[in-house]
């Protein structure tokens, strides 16, 4: 049947037959595109890339359309031609993983279904696959009765619903404390829900010192929430969790632990020492789009008990009318601060069933080992100075003379040039190049090849 007007949906009988040719143009236009860049990003910088963009797509709102296909192959070619791709071995700057073909298939299904959980009624299959994810991954971290989690847009959403249950716990006065190697998003959460300016202590090893920690928090009178870090965002690092977590017990203050890139070691027999203590915490941050080879977005806030969720009780009778609550119906507005939200469950439901607890453990310790290798062969060369040995599957390393203007230099022109995408990140008052491998698929010949490319640029 012919839709009106000539414009079929994705869902309903006939959704996935007027889907079918248009995924062939969409996959075609991957391939052109992606063909078309000849490296991890495109080269030329900004201005090259915008120019590019505008002249392939022209105007983007004409006065008459130039039909689906046509439109699919300009935009999806020119996204890929322009694309930092993090399935690209050389494109390893950035907590940003090459999702797993599989969760990229799922979310499919979830597009041309578009289903919303903020009320059962828009989604009851999707509401039961999110509650048993949700128990399922808790559990993980959590040897307790009833633990739960949230699925969040991230770390950031994660981190800042941790700081307001802790809030809801103890009031507007409460007293957050982290290091300086934690993530941006916890100060500005601490500003975003009112609390006072949090308190960073400083982290001169990379790490949370449990003696600055006990100081402070023995000088501290009223409720405190102490937020630790699993995979530190600039060197991978993990804090001493078993001893702050102590202290934490000891002084009577809450714990956080921001495991958005650590967080899935639990799942490796061979990692999963370095989290002892992570199911100490209050409340724990997860993000699969990390160490999870997720689409973005895949976040979690997992706690030890579903009871911890409670402040986030809301209710508005067009979604959650009393009567319908009591009648069975489950009530999902305390499941989120957002309203509308996609099922980003499924993508990871479908990834934990495809893969099992060893085909993800598989990955996590290839990657792993990825760092390690690289590291020994930057420790091993004259021409470059490794900072130290990677705990998770990042590493800090600077070429042997370069200055901190050099290695910046360095850094922007290999990004212009389009030949390898790394960051940087300031320790021991220097700067230093960041290779953050997360692709399970890199191989020792490409670590070499972008060895061999950062000598080719250090000498000219």
């Known amino acids: 049947m012919t ?46 890339v915008t120019a590019h963009v505008r002249t392939a797509l022209g105007d983007l ?21 322009g694309a930092a791709d993090p399935a690209d071995p050389l494109c390893a700057a950035h907590l940003h993983c090459p999702p797993l073909a599989v969760a990229a298939a799922a979310d499919l299904a979830v597009a041309a279904l578009n289903p919303s959980l903020d009320s059962w009624d828009q989604a009851p299959a999707a509401s039961a696959i999110e509650a048993l994810l949700t128990r399922t991954l808790a559990a993980e971290f959590y040897d307790t009765p009833h633990p739960d989690a949230l699925v969040t847009t991230g770390g950031t959403e994660a981190n800042q619903l941790a700081l307001l249950l802790a809030r809801e716990r103890h009031g507007p006065h409460l007293t957050v404390l982290h290091g300086a190697n934690a993530h941006h998003s916890v100060p500005r959460a601490a500003w975003l829900l009112g609390l006072p300016p949090a308190t960073e202590l400083p982290t001169p090893a990379g790490v949370l010192d449990p003696e600055r920690l006990a100081e402070a928090l023995a000088a ?38 921001d495991a958005a890139y650590g967080g899935l070691l639990a ?21 699969l789009h990390k160490l999870g080879w997720q689409p973005v977005a895949a976040g979690l806030l997992a706690v030890p ?26 009530d999902l507005l305390g499941r989120s601060l957002r309203t509308t939200r996609r099922p980003d469950a ?12 060893d085909g993800l453990t598989d990955l996590i310790d290839r990657t792993c080992a990825l760092a390690r290798h690289l590291a020994r062969r930057l420790d091993a060369h ?43 990140t300031h320790a021991d008052g220097r700067l230093w190049l960041k290779a953050t491998l ?13 060895i061999a490319l950062l000598e080719g640029s250090t000498h000219r």
Request: proline share 9%.
């Open 3 to 48: 839709a009106p007007h000539g414009h079929p949906l994705a869902g309903g009988a006939t959704g996935p037959e007027a889907l079918r040719p248009l995924l062939d143009t969409a996959l075609d236009a991957l391939r052109t595109g992606t063909t078309a860049r000849h490296g991890p990003l495109p080269a030329g910088g900004p201005d090259t």
């Open 305 to 330: 008990d579903t009871a911890l969720l409670a402040p986030l009780a809301h209710q508005a009778d067009y979604l959650n009318a009393t009567d319908d609550t009591e009648a069975g119906l489950p």
């Open 220 to 257: 501290i009178p009223g409720p405190t929430l102490v937020t630790a870090t699993a995979g530190t965002t600039d060197a991978g690092l993990i804090d001493p969790l078993p001893a702050l977590a102590d202290l934490c017990e000891h002084h009577g203050a809450d714990l956080h632990v």
């Open 382 to 424: 004259p021409g470059f100075e490794l900072h130290s040995a990677p705990t998770l599957t990042t590493v800090l390393f600077r070429p042997t003379h370069a200055t901190d203007e050099d290695l910046a230099t360095l850094r922007r022109t290999l990004l212009h040039q389009g030949r390898a995408v790394l960051g940087r």
């Open 346 to 357: 499924l993508k990871i439901a479908t990834t934990l069933r495809a893969l099992g607890r």
């Open 267 to 287: 799942l490796s027999p061979r990692h999963r020492h370095h989290l002892d203590g992570l199911g100490r915490a209050h409340s724990l941050t997860v993000d």
């Open 61 to 81: 709102l004409p006065d008459h359309g130039t039909g689906d296909h046509e439109a699919l192959r300009t935009l999806v070619h020119t996204l890929a031609a």
């Open 438 to 450: 997360l692709n399970p698929h890199t191989t020792a010949g490409d670590l070499d090849t972008l």
